[in-house]
């Protein structure tokens, strides 16, 4: 099953909207985070897997827009593919990642 994807710019816009139900998952690592992250972001580092993949459908509504995000991509399209693997239903990688992000959005963001 493929996975639908969003660019950074629509990320952008998104994000703007403040939308309560918009749910944001980062699944970079915690040094990753520490040098460039996003507000909202709920930080799930992919390596942490174990602690947190039990309470995943408690955790976030399987029924609700999910945005996945990581440096380039690949990790949160993993992760797309699993949370539909658990059920969600709505989930979107975010294509580029933060790295795309902070090159086309926001060059606040830290590149690395």
């Not at 918009?22 to 992250?37: F, G, K």
């Not at 380039?72 to 993993?78: A, I």
């Not at 580029?96 to 086309?104: K, Q, V």
Request: charged share 15%.
């Amino acid at each position: 099953m493929s996975i639908p994807e969003i660019s950074v710019h629509e990320l952008a816009l998104r994000l703007a909207d403040h939308d309560p139900n918009l749910q944001l998952i980062d699944v970079r690592e915690p040094e990753e985070v520490a040098i460039a992250s996003l507000a909202s972001f709920t930080i799930l580092p992919l390596s942490q897997y174990r602690e947190w993949s039990p309470t995943i459908a408690t955790q976030f509504n399987p029924q609700a827009e999910t945005l996945v995000i990581c440096h380039h991509g690949m990790r949160s399209l993993q992760m797309c593919q699993w949370l539909q693997s658990q059920g969600f239903t709505n989930v979107k990688n975010i294509n580029g990642g933060i790295d795309a992000y902070s090159l086309l959005v926001d060059p606040n963001i830290p590149h690395y």
